[in-house]
């Protein structure tokens, strides 16, 4: 993670070498789900909201479409495992890695700085770690999800927003 | 220094008298203390005189001591910092202070506007209406004449330095303000474990109690509010907003708040200058209010004369600022809340000559306590008028008979410098009004009280309706005990603290005093002070034939300036309660509409300006695109590269070599900001059939296809080129602008319409990178980057995709053109589109590539008569309109099909897709001309001329050396040939042909090779 500090007790940055996966299945096909969980070792979240980690991070955008972040190098071998294991079960799996930058804010002042620009409730008993939403930051539609750690956040963006994002982020932190 | 704060007292107040400020008014000097306002800086210093009037500039003073302060509204601060329109009462006083009044010229004590009052007979309601309406054509003068003479101050011309922000915030009870009331009800909800902001328009918590002398739990008041404010700020999710205005509340318990951030003092801005202004944005699930009431003013002859002030102000200046605002007083109520303020008078050294309380009763316990210091009471009498001009020199009073029509006259004179009234008190029910709930109206309180709540929201304390301050805690702590509960949570038990109470006697109607001549003609008894509103100009509007209390207001101004009739609506409504016959219910209020308090544009607008005023999108090549100076055009949000200028070249000349180099070898574009948009599925072609018009289910995997897209009226809505990658493959594009509206759109009829489909759509927009390659020498470009497939013509032909590694990187190619040239799309994930984009501008070296820009792309699709979507087309352009009938199969059915067979659709003279070109072969038609028809005696014979079509798009075409033109025509494809005229700003109309849409290369042969 590359890293910018700044007047608050914060810190933002960008994650280094992250792939996405979009995947688009329907969830009550119980073996096609059975079949991406096997290939991806670790669950695909059912529950609005939620994102699950392991070896990557599988997170819930909507009922029938996942967004998979892991290791960059990693993406296109994922991608055909679960074309191949998907094969027939009319599943969309597309590599997105293009299309997102995942950002990291951390600090104290991390959720105080968000909610300059999101209108969500990110108190930790409402947006707790395992929560994502896609939601507004500034003036963009990003993904966020509450890290393990406290105080941490991750923020995926579309990737032509990012410049604006990181110049919005450092104003907020500012301040 | 301090000899000049005469009026100031030697000890007591909220004030800080180590910290000596120095400040000044319209250029002269004065001195105050740190926790001073504006307002009681001044009355320390013994300016009575202030301000002029709106209208009819009358002398005015300090009349209340916060938001409803309708006199003195000050412009505070020079040249960018100045901030006009603040009531005095609202300004914390800080060295160095620099303020304005709007009006008083050349002084305020010798106005020359003064003469208005002097025609105040026919300066009443609607005299401007009446006046300046005739001649009609007149208005622009008499505009400007009468707008210079208007207005709270002068906007700053040069753009505001300071910062601002918003901040979003939920919580379980927000608690609008912070006096007994609010601090009990936030105590409790926060010791009870809900989330709880607090906020006071003040800038320290206490409310009322900061301007009384009562104790609480038997200690001083400021004693208990401390120990309140501390045991708040301890609590875990409490937030504190002092200096927080709430200025809305919306719909779904959503609140908005100006927390003023500083204090006042000279900043160090530098680069990141501290936030001058915080706009909350507050989801709340309870909402207790808690804003206290308004003293009512009284409606008696000359009652705007500087030296009347509101009671509660009186007390106010006396107990939190230290200041005596006059010194022998007089007391007009009719209530017995004044007889508070008669007391605090006498404790604080001043006379108070009398009384004047208009109930033939008199008050309760107070007015005993108030004769036990000698005061004299007047019962069953009022005050009917003041003498002096400048500054009150002495009240008239008259016997009272409690009807208001009837004319007095007066029993009585006292000489006075300071004339206290108290016409009872309105709760603030403004948010309570905003929020939807109702109101009632108490004919024992004569005020109206909250009732139903339509939102989460609860009143306490005096915007309840209570009114000792026993009371009012009694009421916060019950409100936040119940907000508490409807949470969930148990709340907590505490005990209300012990606080004074006098037994009161009640409160008598009295909204207008009688005059000593016939009311009509007196027109000085003032109602909306802001306004110069009287309580004739209330019976004019009425004489008049309104009735209802909006008109009335909107006749009168009553309630319409910067105060929003904080002090005088109620009593406006009350008088036109009485003139009408009705009662005050009957009459009803007006709306109470956000902001309760003026707010700053820089507020509002928050950190969305300058460079963050709107969200810039860049694609993967635009370091690229900035390190050689292209300047940008701006698309939507997207920056895209207008044009790569070399050697200073203009515009033109630029555009002129790249489209020249594109005709004749090669160019490569930055097409990453088309839509993209990857659809499969078992359902796929059934679904893209009903969404596209061609055959899609013809299509080859592997091949490409022109499509359009129709709105269900038959009119085109967006089109991109598709392929087919796989049986139930599909990869669709859309225009830039439409991309996130066409996977909506497509989103929309999947999840809404036909959810039998079994169809996945993803967004591939902001993941590939496109990168044009265009002109002759495309193809050996692409084979000199090192391509693993074959290239050829009959290996890969035109409109076909494959996919490929192209330098060593995977790509997917396609063989479209959008500029009439062979010429090839590179598809590549963003990470990757920079080094590939640099791979081929240095491969093409060899083949002097060059850059392109949009404007270049514009001028070969305009040259081979290709549309865009949004310039050609603007919503009421059918693809037949655009010669786009071999689109729409007649085999199956599409959305927009049934529309196209409506009447208007199949007129013949609808407006169809034609070249033009200009007769003189020199003139570049400007985008949007109107063309006319030709008449038999020439074109501008007739009025209105007929109309027959305009330019849609229009270019210098550096490939054929002459201008040429896209235009929408009626009946225009059966024209060709035809003559029409251009309409031009200040020359001749120019003859222009109609032509055919294709100018180059008309049987595209080039794309084809």
């Given amino acids: 993670m590359s890293e910018s500090t700044s007047r608050r007790h914060v810190e933002t940055g960008v994650l280094e070498n992250r792939g996405f996966l979009n995947l688009r299945l329907d969830p009550h096909k119980e073996k096609a789900v059975k079949a991406a969980e096997q290939i991806l070792g670790q669950a695909v979240p059912l529950v609005s909201n939620t994102y699950g980690s392991g070896e990557h991070r599988v997170y819930w955008l909507g009922p029938d479409e996942w967004l998979i972040e892991t290791d960059a190098g990693d993406v296109v071998a994922l991608e055909n495992e679960l074309a191949m294991a998907l094969a027939g079960s009319s599943a969309a799996i597309n590599d997105v890695s293009g299309g997102y930058v995942a950002l990291r804010i951390v600090g104290a002042d991390a959720r105080t700085v968000l909610a300059k620009g999101c209108t969500l409730d990110l108190h930790p008993p409402e947006f707790r770690p395992g929560r994502c939403a896609r939601t507004r930051l500034a003036r963009t539609t990003i993904l966020l999800a509450a890290d393990g750690e406290p105080d941490s956040y991750t923020i995926i963006a579309a990737r032509s927003f990012t410049d604006y994002l990181r110049r919005w982020l450092a104003h907020a932190a500012e301040k | 220094m301090q000899a000049a704060q005469a009026n100031r007292l030697r000890e007591g107040g909220r004030i800080d008298r180590s910290r000596p400020l120095k400040f000044s008014l319209n250029g002269k000097a004065y001195t105050g203390f740190a926790g001073d306002t504006l307002a009681s800086a001044l009355i320390a210093n013994g300016v009575g005189l202030v301000e002029r009037s709106f209208k009819l500039r009358r002398p005015r003073g300090i009349f209340g001591s916060g938001a409803e302060e309708p006199n003195v509204i000050v412009q505070v601060g020079e040249g960018a910092e100045a901030q006009p329109g603040l009531p005095a009462t609202r300004v914390e006083l800080r060295d160095g202070l620099i303020a304005h009044t709007a009006r008083g010229w050349p002084s305020v004590r010798f106005d020359i506007g003064a003469i208005n009052d002097l025609f105040g007979r026919i300066l009443g309601a609607g005299f401007y209406y009446k006046t300046f309406m005739y001649p009609r054509s007149w208005w622009k003068y008499y505009e400007s004449a009468i707008r210079r003479s208007t207005g709270f101050g002068r906007a700053p011309a040069a753009s505001d330095p300071d910062a601002y922000e918003h901040r979003n915030a939920h919580c379980d009870v927000l608690v609008a303000g912070g006096g007994p009331a609010g601090l009990m009800a936030a105590l409790v909800a ?152 008669a007391l605090d008078l006498a404790v604080a050294g001043a006379a108070v000559a009398a009384i004047v309380d208009s109930r033939p009763g008199g008050g309760g316990e107070l007015a005993i306590r108030a004769r036990d210091l000698g005061i004299p009471v007047l019962q069953g009498r009022v005050v009917c008028d003041v003498t002096g001009r400048h500054r009150v020199k002495g009240v008239s009073v008259a016997e009272w008979s409690g009807d208001s029509w009837e004319n007095i006259s007066k029993t009585a004179h006292f000489d006075c410098d300071l004339l206290a009234v108290s016409g009872g008190w309105s709760p603030a029910v403004h948010l309570h009004s905003q929020a939807g709930g109702q109101l009632d109206w108490s004919e024992a309180q004569l005020c109206f009280l909250p009732s139903r709540a339509r939102q989460c929201h609860d009143s306490a304390g005096a915007g309840n309706g209570k009114q000792s301050l026993g009371d009012c805690l009694i009421d916060g702590l019950r409100a936040g005990t119940e907000a508490v509960a409807k949470l969930g949570l148990t709340p907590i038990a505490i005990e209300a603290p012990d606080a004074g109470s006098a037994r009161e006697a009640p409160i008598e109607a009295l909204w207008r005093v009688p005059a000593e001549k016939e009311a009509d003609r007196c027109l000085k008894q003032f109602i909306d002070f802001q306004n110069d509103t009287t309580v004739a100009d209330i019976r004019l509007a009425v004489r008049e034939g309104y009735r209802n209390v909006e008109h009335v207001k909107r006749y009168t101004a009553l309630g319409f300036g910067t105060d929003q009739g904080k002090l005088g609506n109620i009593n406006g409504m009350a008088v036109l309660a009485d003139v009408l016959g009705k009662t005050i219910p009957e009459v009803g209020t007006t709306t109470f509409r956000p902001v309760y308090t003026p707010v700053r544009f820089g507020t509002v607008a928050g950190e969305s300006v300058g460079a963050l005023y709107d969200p810039v999108r860049q694609t993967a090549l635009h370091e690229w695109h ?123 009829w999947l999840q809404t319409e036909w959810p039998e489909l079994e169809v996945y759509l993803t967004s591939l927009t902001e993941h590939f990178s496109t990168i044009a390659l265009a002109g002759p020498n495309s193809r050996n470009l692409l084979e000199k980057l090192g391509c693993d497939i074959p290239l050829d013509r009959e290996s890969f032909p035109f409109l076909t995709v494959r996919a490929a590694n ?75 309109d655009l010669g786009m009938n071999w689109l729409l199969s007649k085999e199956k059915d599409f959305l927009g099909k049934r529309s196209l067979a409506r009447p208007d659709c199949l007129r013949e003279d609808r407006k169809q897709l034609v070249g033009l070109l200009s007769s003189d072969q020199r003139t570049v038609l400007p985008e949007g001309t109107q063309l006319i028809e030709q008449t038999a005696c020439g074109v501008l014979e007739t009025r209105p001329v007929p109309m027959c079509g305009h330019v849609t798009s229009s270019y210098f075409s550096p490939s054929l050396g002459h201008p040429i033109a896209l235009a929408l025509v009626a009946g225009g494809r059966a024209r060709k040939g035809d003559n029409v005229f251009a309409a031009l700003p200040g020359r001749e109309p120019l003859p222009v042909e109609v032509v055919s849409p294709a100018f180059y290369d008309p049987k595209g042969e080039r794309q084809n090779v």
Wanted: glycine residues 12%.
């Fill in chain 2, 190 to 341: 926060a010791k009870s474990g809900a989330r709880v902001i607090l906020a006071d328009d003040g800038t320290e918590f206490g409310g009322s109690l900061l301007a009384c002398g009562e104790d609480v739990a038997g200690a001083p008041a400021a004693d208990w509010i401390a120990g309140i404010v501390a045991e708040l700020g301890e609590q875990p999710d409490c937030v504190l907003l002092p200096r927080g205005a709430v200025l809305g509340y919306h719909d779904h318990d959503f609140l908005t708040i100006a927390e003023r951030c500083d204090s006042g003092e000279p900043v160090e801005r530098g680069l990141h200058p501290p936030v001058r202004e915080r706009l909350w944005r507050i989801r709340a699930k309870r909402v207790i209010l808690a804003q206290g009431g308004f003293e009512r003013p009284l409606a008696f002859c000359n009652n705007d004369r500087p030296g009347v002030m509101l009671a509660s102000a009186v007390s106010t200046y006396i107990h939190r600022y230290a200041v005596l605002p006059g010194r022998r007083a007089v007391v007009f109520t009719n209530n017995d809340s004044a007889y508070r303020t």
């Fill in chain 2, 626 to 748: 900035e390190a050689v100076g292209a300047p940008m055009e701006v698309v939507g949000q997207w920056h895209r590269p207008w044009y790569f200028p070399r050697d200073g070249e203009d515009l033109h000349t630029a555009v002129a070599r790249e489209c020249l180099a594109v005709r004749n070898s090669v160019g490569a574009m930055d097409a990453s900001t088309l839509g993209k948009i990857d659809a499969r599925g078992p359902d796929v072609v059934k679904f893209l059939e009903r969404i596209y018009t061609h055959n899609v289910g013809r299509m080859k995997v592997g091949r490409c296809a022109y499509g359009i897209m129709l709105g269900e009226d038959g009119m085109v809505m967006d089109d991109g080129v598709m392929a087919r990658l796989g049986e139930n493959h599909f990869y669709l594009t859309t225009t830039t602008g439409g991309a996130a509206g066409v996977l909506n759109w497509l989103e929309s």
């Fill in chain 2, 806 to 880: 192209l330098a060593g990187m995977p790509v997917q190619l396609f063989r479209v053109s959008f500029s009439g040239e062979l010429a090839f799309e590179i598809n590549i994930g963003s990470h990757l589109a920079l080094q590939m984009w640099r791979k081929v501008m240095d491969a093409g070296r060899e083949f002097d590539i060059i850059a392109y820009g949009t404007e270049t792309m514009h001028v070969l699709r305009a040259e081979k008569g290709f549309i865009i979507v949004g310039q050609e087309t603007d919503g009421s352009v059918t693809p037949v």
